[in-house]
């Protein structure tokens, strides 16, 4: 059955061309109008104008199909996946405010160190703390409300919330180390850039501290219950930590990176707790807060239904095939930000375009974006229209000769005998008698050049010198 008209807006918008843009209204692309009954002949004429879309889907598919063998790229190693992947990763901001640890003077808290840091394994000694190897630290010398900014935050990059549960993520913890009394020392100040630390820095920590730590995948936790997270929105937490005394032994921080807590070596009655502030948010907030899509309002939806909407609407594209002189049109949804042709997940809308252009260059498209959907116009090329082949009825194209030319490779040229062949240089001897010839030793006539002997030849009493090859 033939598909919906399309508005006189959308048609005119047909030819202006492929690219990105925004509709002027959602009439365009996401709702449609009934159309007037169609007489016999106009409704076989759209169902053979939409037929033309069989053939390039069949080759597409065909190609498809012999692509999960032998593939020519790998689908995770294109530059769009991996920034769209990229962009789902978590930003995290830890801080610490004077209002929810007044009780605490500023100079029992900072020097603070906050370091991203994973266990290097399960096992650990008595009185002694795993040894942790860390690859980020930072640097906290005031409340979130005094002193340089630089200075009052630590920022990280953690997987995504996917990714979190998995056996390399599940270990990340967010550690906590604090040197009391030391605010006016300069531990570190030469080697900072911003509030990041270098790990040389960190050797001046061996010592009486106070040190805590929060596992990532708890945070996980929290995060996984708040859909305005996928929105672009910052999450606001706050997580209370023990601060134990201990002693901190640096001997694995020049080599590894590495570092780990004994209990022993210091009065354990001195603990204390701290507030800490810990904000979440995506790293490709920015890109969604300029999108259209993103900012639509959800206010109409009820609390409950939230995040089934939310879930729902993400990675969400309305495909419309244009047929029929661009005069009607069949719609299709798919998920995931997936290609219609192949199914092929592309992770973000941009990704999409950048791989519908690229693969599937028999159409055309025309992307548009509202607050209500993501689409994309698909219509057939009238350069590219399948025609029938040239080939007589009945004669199978698989039986006829083709030709097929290609240039013949420069071989290297081999070394020729005479290059490769050591000259032997004649040298003549007189000898008076045959008993003569027996006193010489052979090995006063024998040289050896590139493996080779060269001796007496017997057929030679007195004259040039012939090789005799041997293996010397």
Known sequence: ?????????????????????????????????????????????AEESFALYCKPVELYNIIQRRAVKNPAFLQRCLHYK??????????????????????????NIFPLYVLLATPTSNISLEGHSPIYRFNQACLLTSF???????????TFIIPNLKNLTTSRACGLNIILISREGQVGENIGENNTSGNHVEGSALQKLEGN????KIPIDLLGSSLENCVTLSLGHTVELASTVSMSPSFLEPKFLERDSCL????????????????????????????????????????????????????????????????YNNTMQKTEVTEDFACPFCLVPCGSYKGLGCHLNSTHDLFHFEFWISEECQAVNV???????????????????????FSYCSKFKKRRRLATTAQKTSYVHPHIIDLDSPEDAQAVSEDDFGQKEDGLIYGLHPSCKTGPLSPDVGYG
């Open 209 to 212: 501290c106070n040190w805590g």
């Open 260 to 323: 780990t807590f004994c209990s022993h070596k210091v009065d354990a009655t001195g603990s204390y707790q701290l507030q800490v502030g810990i904000s979440a948010q995506e790293v490709g907030a920015r890109d969604m807060s300029e999108s259209p899509y993103y900012s639509y309002s959800y206010s109409d939806v009820p609390p409950p239904m939230l995040p089934h909407v939310i879930r729902l609407r993400a990675g969400n594209v309305v495909f419309n095939y244009k047929y």
């Open 82 to 107: 991996i920034h769209a992947r990229r962009k789902k990763r978590i930003q995290i901001t830890v801080s610490l405010s004077r209002g929810t640890n007044a009780e605490w003077p500023e100079h």
């Open 144 to 154: 979130s409300e005094f002193g340089n900014k630089d200075h009052t935050k630590a």
């Open 379 to 401: 219509s057939l090329k009238t350069d590219a229209a399948w025609r029938t082949e040239l080939v007589a009825e009945g004669v199978d194209p698989r039986h006829q000769t």
């Open 1 to 45: 059955m033939p598909g919906l008209p399309l508005p006189p807006a959308a048609q005119d918008a047909g030819n202006a061309g492929s690219g990105f843009g925004y509709p002027r209204s959602t009439d365009q692309t996401c709702r449609q109008q009934l159309r007037p009954r169609l007489s016999p002949d106009e409704q076989l004429a």
